[in-house]
């Protein structure tokens, strides 16, 4: 089994990969999460005069501040140079939540997936954090890969 998961060594010790002999690449990673909360909290976070200021700016800028800093988050990360970083939310009344998308891109010879799920996580804990004292019981949920482009192994889009 260590010999499909390339963080493990051939005794199942985890190991950073070697990427020095891959191509440079263009690398693209899009992720996406949301937050459920109550419509009465939605309405509020979609007002923008939040007690800690616009629910929808702090947690962009969070995401784009995290996604800059995954190496330094999870262990086995390589420190790339991120080209771009766009994170955007977005109201889902229906559904009762705040979307977050985030897109990540670079040139370089490892992806970007894990930046564009760490820009969601982070973007995710913030609108918690920002409106935790209206709700308590939101939800964060479905923080998953969209796409990738670039690398080796090619292209990735999750089934709709």
Avoid at 67 to 87: D, G, Y
Wanted: glycine fraction near 8%; charged fraction near 25%.
């Amino acid at each position: 089994m260590a010999d499909d998961l390339t963080h493990l060594d051939s005794t199942g010790q985890a190991r950073m990969v070697d990427v020095g002999a891959k191509p440079v690449t263009v690398r693209e990673a899009v992720a996406t999460g949301r937050v459920r909360m109550t419509a009465e909290t939605l309405k509020k976070a979609l007002a923008g005069d939040s007690k800690k200021g616009s629910v929808r700016a702090a947690a962009e800028f969070a995401g784009i501040m995290a996604a800059k800093r995954t190496a330094e988050l999870i262990p086995l990360c390589h420190q790339i140079a991120l080209s771009s970083v766009k994170v955007e939310i977005a109201a889902d009344e229906a559904a009762g939540a705040l979307v977050v998308t985030a897109r990540a891109k670079t040139s370089g010879q490892t992806g970007v997936e894990m930046e564009a799920l760490t820009a969601v996580s982070v973007a995710c804990l913030t609108i918690y954090d920002m409106l935790k004292a209206s709700d308590r019981a939101m939800v964060i949920e479905g923080i998953t890969l969209l796409e990738k482009h670039g690398g080796a192994s090619g292209d990735y889009v999750r089934p709709r």
